[in-house]
């Protein structure tokens, strides 16, 4: 962002403005600073910090500052090792010849926050209970391939595979994306589960940073770990803010209430830029906002349908009006960014008189009120989203209209984000399928593998296909993804499934999203990534 011309002529002269618009002195805080206290909100709240229990993007940035992973991911979103002391690859040795034996070589030395060791016993016993089926567990996708880990010496960790698996990096204990860290076998070894353990509101982790208090709906802190292998932080203590209105969090970032907001989006990029000794940081990401269907349910059985939805929202317009212009609207599920996308597929364009011949031809007759039926069903769909979000919900009423006038009526319900993220067990929105229309985001993982999100194997309660997409041809594609360690055969087969999840509207894709932060520009040494943002927090200071 540039500076605008007051503040330069200050900076030339070794002075700044402060937040009143008095000169201060280069070097020093504002005022509102709090040295070493990062405070920062995503405008959520959270049910449970274990991440082994939450597949959730805002429990993920907060396990990467305090959690334990083998790797981690730097600023161009490739691995590096954490706890493992090299990136296991062909090359190396630490792929075998046929793919299917992962070695891993551990730290020596390294001591969880509670002061015992680590070693290879936690990761075994992670796997463990990863697949203990008494455990809420979203998504067992990969882990469920691993038939046993041999631990030679207490320092190496051999994972045996039934097949070759892509996707092992994020997936087993990497920091990126929603996984499963390793867990401390010392402290959880004699319970028979771990969904209501004492652990999983006070985590003990391997990270930089530790838990130190969590006032349910208000706020998580964490301190700096003295413990941590590789030193200890410059921040001395991190303080997650539980906002969940995003009107709030505007005002909270003007009060400088707290120091970073991430994500936001572009409905309110024009009001954060303005802020005063506010900085804002813009660039491309790998979250897509999304409108998933209930394939399950009967009104869309028929293809023609699907695609009458899709036609009658004007994407473009939303990115443009409730936007400011930011975001990437395209048909693909994988950024623009990322190594496997397919830059091939045409958009898919805004038109209602298309929608309406759609559903014409497949028979859906209007009624006295302007509501489509066919064979005695209505096309009266139940929406569900999120509660805190005034953007999307302006998203919502735009569509509503659009879809009101090709003959469809929807009926809103909002719901927490604990609530509505809830695990299957636990009665969750999305993996219960309680909805037949939802709104939300999903993020692309390093390795690009989407077997999670619309392989049929994976509809809930064994996996995150929320939408209930089920066709043979993605399942092979993604099978065969899965065994291939080799990119140009991965986006070849990407491009495949690229394709037929936009033919068959699996998903509606509303548009890739730009990462934003706003942030106190007494901030220091901040360079996160698409995947894993706080992943580089060492020498970030306040």
Known sequence: MKMRRSEAAFAIAGLALSATGKVRAAGTRHPYTIPHVLRYTSGSDLNT???????????????SLTMAWLVRYDTNNQPFPELATEVPTLRNGGISKDGK?????????????????????????????????????????????????????????????????????????GSAGANPCILPEHLLRDAPNLNDVAYNSNPVGIGPFKYSSWQRTVQIEMVANERYWRGKPKLEKIVFRVIPDRNTVLTQLMTHEVDLWYPFGGAYYDRVRVIPAIKVLRRSGYIYNHIDLNLDRSVFKEVAVREALRYAVDRQLIVDKIGHGIGIVQESVMAPSHPLYDPHIPKVPFDLNKANALLDGAGWKRGADGIRSKNGVRLSLNVAATTGTPDADAQIALIQEWWKEIGIETEIHRYAPPIFFAPYANGGIVYNGKFDVIFFAWQNDTVGDLTNIFASKDIPPSGQNDERYRNAFVDKKLEAFRHTYDLSRQRELSWDVQRQIVKDVATIVMNFREDMYGFNDDLQNFHPNAVTPFDDMMNVDI
Not at 106 to 116: E, H, N, P, Y
Request: hydrophobic letters at 45%; one cysteine or more.
């Open 49 to 63: 910090l274990n991440p082994l229990l939450l597949q959730d993007f805002n429990l993920g940035l907060l396990s």
């Open 101 to 173: 034996a992962i070695t891993f070589r551990l730290r020596k030395g390294v001591v969880w926050s509670d002061g015992a060791p680590f070693d290879a016993k936690d990761v075994v016993f992670t796997w463990k209970q990863v697949m203990n089926l008494a455990n809420n567990i979203t998504d067992r996708s990969g882990w469920d391939l691993i038939t046993r880990i041999d631990t030679p010496d207490p320092f190496t960790a051999i994972f045996h595979l039934k097949e070759p698996y892509a996707a092992f990096l994020p997936t087993f204990c």
